[in-house]
Structure formats: structure tokens, C-alpha cells
């Protein structure tokens, strides 16, 4: 029982240490020369406070940063698990993550080359840059360091992407309809409504002086014969009122298939009438 509590009380104890254990750097320093490899500024970096004037970089100069990662107890050199530079702009809220390199024995460095810039920097303007490191670790508590204030030349805007406007506000569209079509006046409808009757009209009493006889017209042979051409006639009609090309044709063979046994029934009536007439 007492071992047992001697070892949670240990590992209890070992934890607070670890945990009390703080990340700091060493030797930070800056370094900025310009393209001819000339050294414009070098100086080291207190984590006190930032530099002052802020640095400043042109088109074509190089931003060095080293350090090292030391435990501030020991001064041990440590590879934390994570590390790496945020630049923020105050003003746009525009902001780059870049991370950094550490070796095992802590020791880091970093290189800003203005002439091809990487993309972790963010769009730029004349107000500069808030720069800040930050390290994680296990064993350790999280740590940031304000480092210093970059100003850098301003970034050109980024080209207008070909599908842009596309994503833009456009007019409202207004729909424009053919209007009604006009019927013509009632008068001429009647007069061609009339025109197209009229041959009917002259058949029926040009058939009707003529009188033709047909006695065997309603006769249980012809009848359903007769029977199934009206049908169809009056699907033809149906289709022009409200029917469909494929309904049409779809009744059209429903009524073939009794009104073609119903002709055959008739003709074969109409034969069996004639021989006995012809044969008195």
C-alpha cells in the first residue's frame, strides 16, 4: 500500500516539474542584407521588447532569423513539436502561418527572401507586419513571442480570375411574354365555319334525292362492322379534342383486332346473300 503511494506522490511530483518547465530562446538574433549579399542591419532580438525602429525590407532584401529552443531551467536545447512564424497584418486581418525547422538540439533559423517571397506571407500593404513566434509541446506549456514589427513592400493585387464577374451581382432579368393571340371578329369565324359545312351540307341532299338502299345495313352481320369504323372515327375525333399520339395508337390497335373479324363476318355474309340470290 505504501509503495503504491509512493509512486503516484512520485510521478505526481514528476509531472509538476514538467509541467513548471518553461520553453524560452536563445541568442535570438536578426540579420538583413540586400541582393549584393551587403549587410544592412544585425542585431540581436530581446523577448523583452521589439526592435526599434521596426525592420524594414526591400524588393530585393533577405530577412534572416535565428535561435534556439532552450528549457529555461536547464538551458538544455529542445526540439518542440511544433513551431512556427505568424505574420499579421492589424489592419486587414489578413494573417500567414510558416513553420519552422528545428533541429534536436533546439537550434532553428529561418530566411526571408523578398525577391521570391513564400506563399505563407500575406497580402501586404503599408502598415507592417505583426511577427510572432509560437512553440508546442508535449512536456511542455505552450509559449508565443511577439518578435518584432516587418514592414514590407506592398503586394501587388492578385489577377482577376477569368470566371470572376460570373460570381458577381448581374441585372435582374425581366421576362417578356408574345402577347395574346387576337381571335378574329365572331362574324368571320361563322362565315368560314359555314364555307367548310357546305359540302357536307350539299352531300347529305344530294344523298338524300338519290335514296340509296342499304336493307341489310343493321343486320347482325354488318352492324358490328359499321360499328367499329364509327368507333374509329370518333377516335380520331378524341385525339383532336384530347387525346395523345401514343394513346391514339394505342386504342387504334385495341379496335383493329374486333373490327377486322367484324369486316370478315360481313364480307362473308354479303357472299352467302349473293349466291342464293343468284342462284333463284
Do not use: C
Not at 549584393?36 to 525592420?55: F, G, M, N, T, V
Not at 525590407?57 to 528549457?71: A, E, N, R, Y
Not at 529542445?78 to 489592419?91: C, G, I, K, N, S
Amino acid at each position: 500500500m505504501a509503495v503504491g503511494i509512493f509512486s503516484w506522490l512520485l510521478l505526481a511530483l514528476v509531472a509538476a516539474g514538467a509541467q513548471a518547465a518553461t520553453l524560452t530562446l536563445q541568442s535570438p538574433r536578426i540579420t538583413i542584407s540586400a541582393s549584393d549579399a551587403s549587410q544592412l542591419r544585425s542585431e540581436p532580438i530581446s523577448l523583452a521588447h521589439k526592435p526599434s525602429p521596426p525592420l524594414s525590407l526591400g524588393p530585393s532584401d533577405v530577412l534572416k532569423l535565428t535561435f534556439q529552443v532552450v528549457d529555461k531551467e536547464d538551458g538544455k536545447g529542445v526540439q518542440p513539436h511544433q513551431t512556427f512564424l505568424r505574420f499579421y497584418d492589424e489592419a486587414t486581418g489578413e494573417e500567414g502561418i510558416h513553420p519552422i525547422k528545428v533541429t534536436p538540439g533546439g537550434k532553428a533559423k529561418f530566411e526571408l527572401n523578398m525577391a521570391r517571397p513564400p506563399a505563407s506571407l500575406p497580402p501586404t500593404t503599408t502598415d507592417p507586419l505583426k511577427v510572432s513566434l509560437y512553440l508546442g509541446s508535449f512536456v511542455h506549456p505552450p509559449v508565443q513571442y511577439d518578435l518584432f514589427d516587418l514592414i514590407v513592400p506592398p503586394s501587388q493585387p492578385p489577377p482577376q480570375h477569368p470566371e470572376e464577374p460570373s460570381f458577381h451581382v448581374r441585372p435582374e432579368i425581366h421576362h417578356t411574354f408574345r402577347p395574346e393571340q387576337k381571335l378574329p371578329p365572331k362574324v368571320i369565324s361563322a362565315f368560314f365555319t359555314a364555307l367548310l359545312t357546305a359540302p357536307w351540307v350539299v352531300l347529305l341532299g344530294l344523298w338524300s334525292s338519290i335514296r340509296p338502299q342499304v336493307p341489310h345495313l343493321f343486320s347482325p352481320s354488318i352492324l358490328p362492322f359499321v360499328a367499329g369504323l364509327a368507333a374509329f372515327e370518333a377516335l380520331l375525333v378524341w385525339y383532336w379534342a384530347a387525346l395523345k399520339l401514343g394513346q391514339v395508337l394505342l386504342y387504334a390497335a385495341i379496335l383493329s383486332i374486333p373490327t377486322a373479324l367484324a369486316g370478315k363476318r360481313a364480307l362473308t355474309a354479303l357472299g352467302d346473300r349473293r349466291i342464293v340470290k343468284s342462284s333463284k
